[in-house]
């Protein structure tokens, strides 16, 4: 039931990102058919603008969503030999966060 909900809710998402894809296409088709009746450096030149912001609405979403560091994974209980270390890269990390700079972070 839980696999058939998930492709559902998939084909539903993939539809409506398809239709905003289209309606996209379509008003930037007549905004730069219209820019270029005014004159037709214009068209050219918004066509090239538009493209510019739809890449840059695109790929920086995907390249902060790509950078963000790679998760911790815990060792399986707190008797393990590799625990203390997985604490440390937790400070470590924890100590970056501008929130929490002054904050002890010293539970353990």
């Known amino acids: 039931m839980r696999k058939t ?5 998939l084909l539903i998402s993939v ?4 239709g905003f894809m289209v309606v ?4 930037t088709a007549q905004l730069v058919g219209l820019a270029g009746q005014v004159a037709p450096w ?7 603008t538009l493209l510019t912001l739809y890449a840059f609405c695109i790929l920086v ?7 963000l560091p790679k998760p911790l994974v815990a060792p399986a209980t707190e008797s393990d030999p590799a625990f203390p270390a997985h604490l440390d890269r937790i400070k470590a990390r924890l100590r970056v966060n501008p929130h929490l ?4 972070l ?3």
């Open 61 to 67: 979403p995907l390249y902060l969503v790509f950078s």
């Open 24 to 27: 996209v296409a379509n008003q």
């Open 15 to 18: 539809l409506l990102i398809t």
């Open 5 to 9: 909900i998930a492709r559902l809710l």
């Open 106 to 108: 010293e539970s353990r």
């Open 101 to 104: 700079r002054e904050h002890q």
């Open 42 to 48: 214009l068209g050219s030149a918004l066509l090239f």
